[in-house]
C-alpha cells in the first residue's frame, strides 16, 4: 500500500471481492487541498490491528483546518488522506486480544484524522491501542456529540476541581458557543458551579442560557489586549477555548487563587500577558491536552460525562451532516459560524 504517491492502490490495482465504502477523501494536486466523497475498499485503508465499522463522526475545529488546509501549517501533509479526529461504531475484525468483533468502541485523538486516515468513512482500520470501550449507558452517536470536545471539556472541569477553585463566583467559559464551551457549560452547570459564557454572538445568549449559562459576556471586549495587567477579580476559573488577547484578558480577571483550563487557539496562539497574575493573585495555568492524553484519564473522563450528563447533551446543541456536506461545514466552523456540535451520520 502506497499512500503517499497521490492515487488509491485500488486506482490501479483490482479491489477483489471486498465490500466497498465511502470516505471524504483529501487529495492535492496543486497548491490547494481538494475533498470529494470516493468510493474506497479494505485494501485501501492503512495498517492497523482493528477494522471499525464507523457509524459516526463529528467535526471540531481542528478537522475544519485539515479540510481546507488553512492555519499557519497544514495538519495533514501525506495525501491521499481521510480527515476525521474522532469515530465511534462497532469492531468488525481484530488481531487484538483486547478487542472482538461487535465490540463497540470510540476513537479520538493519537493524530487520527491528522496524521493516520480518520472517522470520516465508513470503515477504519486503526491501532487498537488508540480504542477505549464505549461507557455504559451511552450510545454510539452520543459518544460523537462528545467526541474529543467533550472529552476536553470534562478534562478541563476535572482539573478545574482537582485544583480546588471556589464555587463563590462564576467560572467563565470563552468560545462558549462552539463545541467544548457549549458542552463545558452543561457539565459545569451541572456540577453546581454558576457559568458565565463568554460569546461573540451576544444575541445568541438564549441559546447558552438553555445549555445553563447564568450570565453572558460579550467576547468582541476581549478582541483588543488588556490595558491593564491586572482587572477587577471577576471569575474563580475559567475555561478558555481561544487564546490570544481572550487568555490574557482572562488572566488578569480570575480572581486571587483561581485557575484556567487553557486548551484552544481559536483567537490565536500567540499570549501577551505579564507575570502579575501569577504572582499577585496566584492565579495559575492549566494545560489540558485530551489527543495524547494516558488511556486511564480518558477512560474515567468517558465515564463521568456519562455519570454527570446522564441524559447527554441536549439536542438543541446537535447538528448533522453526512460526508457530502463536510466540506461547507468545515469551512463555517473556520468562520465561527456553527453553534454546539456537528456530528457525522457515516450510514443513512
Ligand atoms: N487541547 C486539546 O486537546 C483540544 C481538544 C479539542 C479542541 N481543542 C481546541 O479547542 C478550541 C475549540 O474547539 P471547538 O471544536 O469547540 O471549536 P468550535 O466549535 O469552532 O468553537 C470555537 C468557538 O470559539 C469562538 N470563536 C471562533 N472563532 C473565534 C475567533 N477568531 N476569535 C475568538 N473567538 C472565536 C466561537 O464561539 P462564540 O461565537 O461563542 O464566541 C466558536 O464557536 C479549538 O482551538 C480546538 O483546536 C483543543
Given at each position: 500500500m502506497d ?7 485500488h ?15 483529501l ?5 490547494a ?5 470516493e ?10 490491528d482493528?477494522?471499525v ?12 483546518l ?9 495538519l495533514v ?21 483486547a478487542f472482538?468483533p461487535?465490540d463497540q468502541v470510540?476513537?479520538?485523538?493519537w493524530?487520527v484524522?491528522?496524521r493516520h486516515?480518520?472517522?470520516?468513512a465508513?470503515?477504519?482500520?486503526v491501532?487498537s491501542?488508540?480504542?477505549?470501550r ?6 454510539l452517536?452520543q ?5 474529543s470536545?467533550?472529552?476536553?471539556a470534562?478534562?478541563c472541569?476535572n ?6 477553585i471556589?464555587k ?5 467559559v470563552?468560545g ?22 463568554s460569546?461573540?454572538?451576544?444575541n445568541d445568549a ?12 460579550d467576547a468582541?471586549?476581549?478582541k483588543?489586549?488588556?490595558d491593564k495587567?491586572?482587572?477587577p ?7 478558555d ?5 481572550t ?5 488578569a480577571?480570575v ?18 500577558t ?8 496566584g492565579v ?6 485530551s ?6 484519564l480518558r477512560?474515567?473522563?468517558w ?11 441536549p439536542?438543541v ?7 457530502q ?13 456553527t ?7 457515516l450510514?443513512?
Amino acid at each position: 500500500m502506497d499512500h503517499d504517491n497521490g492515487r488509491m492502490p485500488h486506482d490501479t490495482t483490482s479491489s477483489g471481492t471486498l465490500a466497498s465504502f465511502e470516505a471524504l477523501v483529501l487529495r492535492k494536486p496543486g497548491d490547494a487541498i481538494e475533498s470529494r466523497v470516493e468510493t474506497l475498499s479494505e485494501v485501501d485503508l492503512p495498517e492497523g490491528d482493528v477494522l471499525v465499522k464507523v457509524a459516526f463522526s463529528d467535526l471540531g475545529y481542528k478537522d475544519g483546518l485539515a479540510i481546507t488546509g488553512s492555519g499557519h501549517r497544514q495538519l495533514v501533509s501525506t495525501f491521499p488522506f481521510v480527515p476525521g479526529v474522532d469515530l465511534a461504531g462497532t469492531v468488525e475484525k481484530s488481531s487484538a486480544p483486547a478487542f472482538q468483533p461487535g465490540d463497540q468502541v470510540i476513537l479520538t485523538g493519537w493524530g487520527v484524522g491528522e496524521r493516520h486516515w480518520g472517522g470520516y468513512a465508513q470503515k477504519a482500520r486503526v491501532r487498537s491501542e488508540w480504542l477505549v470501550r464505549l461507557p455504559g449507558g451511552m450510545s454510539l452517536r452520543q459518544s460523537m456529540i462528545y467526541g474529543s470536545a467533550g472529552l476536553s471539556a470534562m478534562l478541563c472541569v476535572n482539573a478545574l476541581e482537582r485544583y480546588g477553585i471556589s464555587k463563590e463566583r462564576s467560572v467563565l467559559v470563552t468560545g462558549a458557543s462552539g463545541g467544548v464551551g457549549s458542552i463545558a457549560v452543561a457539565l459545569l452547570h451541572r456540577l453546581g458551579y454558576r457559568v458565565t459564557a463568554s460569546t461573540s454572538r451576544p444575541n445568541d445568549a438564549e441559546y447558552l442560557v438553555g445549555l445553563g449559562a447564568d450570565e453572558i459576556v460579550d467576547a468582541n471586549h476581549f478582541k483588543t489586549a488588556p490595558d491593564k495587567p491586572l482587572l477587577p477579580e471577576r471569575w474563580a476559573g475559567a475555561i478558555d477555548n481561544v487564546g490570544g488577547t481572550t487568555l490574557a484578558h482572562v488572566l488578569a480577571s480570575v480572581s486571587y487563587g483561581g485557575a484556567i483550563a487553557s486548551l484552544g487557539l481559536v483567537g490565536g496562539s500567540t499570549l501577551e500577558t505579564t507575570v502579575l497574575p501569577f504572582i499577585k493573585r496566584g492565579v495559575a495555568v492549566l494545560g489540558v491536552d485530551s489527543e495524547i492524553c494516558p488511556t486511564e484519564l480518558r477512560s474515567a473522563a468517558w465515564s463521568r460525562l456519562v455519570e454527570v450528563l446522564p441524559d447527554g447533551v441536549p439536542e438543541v446543541a446537535v447538528h448533522e451532516v453526512g460526508l457530502q456536506d463536510l466540506s461547507d461545514r468545515a469551512r463555517a466552523i473556520l468562520r465561527g459560524e456553527t453553534k454546539g456540535r456537528t456530528i457525522v451520520v457515516l450510514w443513512r
